[in-house]
């Protein structure tokens, strides 16, 4: 790196760093912050990574960790931190209709879920091989929320952003979906194509993963059927497996009974109870589209 970018990139951190260390500010304010410093720059200097926001951003987060200012936990990883600020769920209504934005860290606050009675958007993924085997994740121990438990294939948030937020045929979520199975699991585009997601129901529920962090969630529920290349992001992943119906009910068990420390997620566990058996005879007959219902939001506890 020569001088004159060394010089450039040190100080729009400084500046940034300035104000991120005041408690007064509220994480939109960085974010936005970060956003209006960085256009604010010549088109000559908006083009180069080390000016890009999430360039700008990855080196406040890590300068200010450092010096003990932090707007995060001192003890949450990296890049669960860098996450949990950068990425901006959607916010919406009890009825699906969005209302606003706010950061991922705001939207798993219990204090901001309860107080401002915070409910974002988020998907959940089956994913079935061709042996109708469901593919299910570990979380990784680094996760803030819910760290270590057993889920289905993949779970997460659309995000702000255009091509997230595209109402038609629920084509943002399945971009959403895409997007993660390759963050998470490593599963190229190609193996998930968007329109071989096929959307079952959206159910509504809230969880607390510990006193601080939970969930408020409307969720969408997408199944597919692909056999895929996995490659676990160990930064999102503990481990991964394949189970057919009665393996699942075994985890089931060893779940309720407390074995060996196994737990499930809450999200998971409200599908299998409501919904998921009933959905796998479909699955396996090619007949889904017999028990979608996108009308309905379930509101489950």
């Known amino acids: 790196m020569n001088a004159t970018k060394m010089s450039l990139t040190n100080w729009v951190t400084a500046r940034l760093s300035s104000s991120f260390s005041s408690p007064l500010l509220s994480p939109n304010h960085h974010s936005a912050s970060i956003n209006r410093l960085s256009n604010s720059l010549p088109l000559r200097l908006r083009t180069r990574r080390s000016c890009s926001p999430i360039s700008i951003s990855r080196r406040l987060y890590s300068s200010t960790a450092a010096m003990g200012d932090s707007p995060a936990d001192a003890g949450m990883d990296a890049v669960q931190r860098r996450l949990m600020f950068e990425d901006e769920c959607i916010l919406v209504d009890e009825n699906d209709r969005v ?3 706010d950061t991922k860290y705001n939207c798993h606050l219990m204090q901001k879920i309860e107080s401002e009675n915070l409910l974002h958007r988020a998907f959940s993924v089956f994913l079935f091989n061709s042996k109708y085997e469901l593919l299910l994740q570990q979380r990784s121990a680094t996760k803030v929320t819910f760290p270590l438990v057993w889920t289905n294939t993949c779970c ?3 995000l702000y952003r255009e091509s ?3 109402e038609d045929n629920y084509l943002g979520v399945r971009n959403a979906a895409q997007r993660k199975l390759l ?3 490593g599963i190229p585009a190609e193996d998930v194509p968007v329109d071989q997601f096929f959307p079952l129901g959206r159910m509504l529920y809230k969880a607390a993963s510990d006193g601080k962090w939970g969930e408020h969630e409307l969720d969408y529920l997408l199944f597919i059927v692909r056999d895929v290349n ?3 992001n160990p930064d999102e992943v503990a481990d991964i497996k394949y189970v057919n119906r009665e393996q699942l009910k075994e985890l089931l068990q060893k779940a309720d009974a407390g074995e060996g ?4 997620s ?4 409200l599908v299998v109870d409501n919904f998921l058996f009933k959905w796998w005879d479909h699955v396996e007959k090619g007949t889904l589209a017999e028990v979608a219902d996108m009308k309905t939001i379930h509101k489950l506890t």
């Open 99 to 101: 209302v606003g934005h």
């Open 156 to 158: 997460s948030h659309p």
């Open 164 to 166: 997230e937020l595209i």
């Open 183 to 185: 963050d998470e699991l």
């Open 230 to 232: 996995v490659n676990p």
């Open 261 to 264: 420390g196994l737990k499930l």
């Open 266 to 269: 809450p999200w998971f566990r």
